[in-house]
């Protein structure tokens, strides 16, 4: 450092570090690196201080500061791959984890950190490889027999994923997401007395910690403890909520959404008009005296409809994947919901009106596919729109809808899903697809909720925001009466899919 002030501001930051006022150790480390841009020690420390206020952008920028200063500075590394985790930038976070190991083979952190992000990416066995190596260099590390225990819980290896939790509890006792870990495997292996204990330790220990209050309700949902499953889950969702919002508070985002481009600026296309022909049957609606409400996930998985389940018979879900709180929420309220997924084996959930098939929705009724037509013919219930669809099955919802009979979506007092690929637009096929699908929906359904998944991007047409992945709420025109909403879009319902980027502004959503 070269001044006797920046000396004072970095070791008054550094005691603010250590007493754990983390946002006096970023304002006085800041003042350092005015005086000394180029310290490392003042660099590392203030990502520390970032990322203890979950400020993971600005932690990532400063990681990457100290990493141009010096590019064999291990810990820069180390702290941009754990930014990247946090903001499921999995690739990056390997490639980043793979740099420290270039430097030093033998860095036990980095091996451990390398199969975390293995974990995230479903790469279980060579997430387990990896940790192994961490281990024989390194025995006594908690946090390795931590990420074990997750990747063989994954894999299903149940006893070995408890031996692994069991070692990481004998190094640090209080280690919360080691009781969690617990807590699921023994919710997987349906010994539901032990799985709450687990769980309600890790909560002791950490009271906001949301995957512990999720699995405290999943175990009461297959005990069939409704009230305490309920409760367990209003307290999960609402953590997850405050947590997206922290997170958007916090972050910077780098990008601005409306320059996010994938597919052009498309007023120069010479399909513009039928573009806009098919866009402007989405203008959103009002149901005349019903409210909306959000169900599911405060993130990606959550959905809005109006706030009317009077009378519904059943609601039917496909794709799920790990988060199956939609289904959870209407299973509560007393609907029967019918899951389909082909690409696990089994619901995250189990209930008594949770019912999970391992089939492919599709366009084809085989061994492991079923159409919705199918779905619902056998469905006996009050005649009217008395049925609910959620949808989510990454861009085969074009060929379902395309296919399905007018009379299958008459059933549907409601359906919301996400609508992929949009970018195909510029596909002649694709978009006549897309006309014929937004055509039958209209036709039946008012248009009451957009929003845009901004894990995906956007173009402009004709000025205006168009994603490429679109959620949609639609309500039956022979349940509801409508009339015309001048709604701005995101509402005070809607959160950012990605909480590190800007939510997409859609404005009254009208071509």
């Known amino acids: 450092m070269n001044s006797d002030a920046a000396k004072q501001y970095f070791f008054t930051g550094l005691e603010h570090l250590e007493s754990g006022d983390f946002a006096n150790a970023e304002k006085f480390l800041a003042h350092t690196l005015d005086l000394a841009p180029r310290s490392i020690p003042t660099l590392s420390n203030l990502a520390i201080a970032q990322y203890r206020q979950k400020k993971i952008v600005e932690a990532s920028e400063t990681a990457e500061k100290a990493i141009e200063v010096d590019p064999t500075h291990k810990d820069g590394y180390r702290m941009l791959a754990t930014c990247q985790r946090e903001q499921m930038k999995y690739e990056d976070a390997l490639a980043t984890c793979e740099k420290i190991l270039a430097l030093d083979p033998t860095d036990a952190e980095a091996l451990c950190n390398r199969g975390s992000v293995l974990n995230r990416l479903q790469k279980y066995s060579e997430a387990i490889q990896s940790i192994d190596r961490a281990l024989a260099i390194q025995p006594i590390f908690a946090d390795a027999h931590l990420n074990r225990g997750n990747s063989l819980g994954n894999l299903k290896r149940y006893e070995e994923a408890l031996t692994s939790y069991e070692n990481a509890l004998a190094l640090k006792p209080n280690l919360s997401e080691a009781w969690l870990g617990r807590g699921n495997i023994f919710h997987d292996l349906k010994r539901y007395d032990e799985a709450l204990a687990a769980y309600d330790k890790a909560i002791s220990l950490k009271s906001d910690l949301e995957s512990a209050w999720l699995g405290r309700g999943r175990v009461f949902m297959a005990q069939e403890r409704d009230d305490k499953a309920s409760s367990s889950y209003e307290i999960f969702l609402d953590l997850q909520k405050r947590h997206v919002q922290d997170l958007q508070n ?100 189990h209930h008594r009106l949770l019912k999970f098939s391992r089939k492919k929705i599709s366009t084809l009724v085989g061994e492991n596919s079923t159409t919705l037509d199918d779905l619902v013919a056998p469905l006996r219930g009050s005649g009217s729109p008395d049925l609910i669809l959620k949808i989510d099955i990454e861009g085969d919802e074009w060929d379902v809808f395309d296919q399905v009979t007018p009379a299958t979506l008459s059933r ?52 205006k925001m168009f994603p490429d992945t679109l959620e949609l709420s639609f309500a039956s025109r022979s349940r509801y009466r409508f009339e015309s909403s001048s709604e701005q879009f995101p509402t005070i319902l809607d959160m950012a899919n990605n909480p590190f980027l800007s939510d997409i502004n859609l404005g009254t959503f009208r071509f």
């Not at 599911?296 to 959550?302: H, I, L, P, Q």
């Not at 919301?416 to 195909?424: N, S």
């Not at 909720?449 to 956007?458: A, C, E, L, P, Y």
């Open 412 to 463: 549907f007092s409601q359906i919301v899903g996400e609508f992929h690929q949009l970018h195909r637009v510029k596909e002649r096929e694709f978009l006549r697809r897309t006309s014929r699908v937004f055509k039958k929906l209209s036709d039946s359904f008012s248009v009451i909720h957009v929003h845009g998944n901004n894990f995906g991007k956007v173009a402009r047409i004709a000025g």
């Open 250 to 349: 916090r972050t910077v985002a780098k990008e601005d959404a409306g320059k996010m481009r994938i597919f052009g600026e498309i007023e120069e296309w010479q399909d513009l008009d039928e573009i806009l022909d098919a866009l402007r049957l989405l203008a959103p609606s009002r149901a005349i005296g019903f409210d909306k409400i959000r169900l599911g996930s405060a993130a990606d998985g959550g959905y809005i409809l109006l706030n009317d389940f009077t009378s519904i018979f059943r609601a039917l879900s496909f794709g799920i994947s790990l988060d199956d709180s939609w289904d959870t929420v209407l299973a509560l309220k007393g609907i029967p919901v019918d899951q389909y997924d082909h690409s696990i084996e089994d619901a995250p959930t």
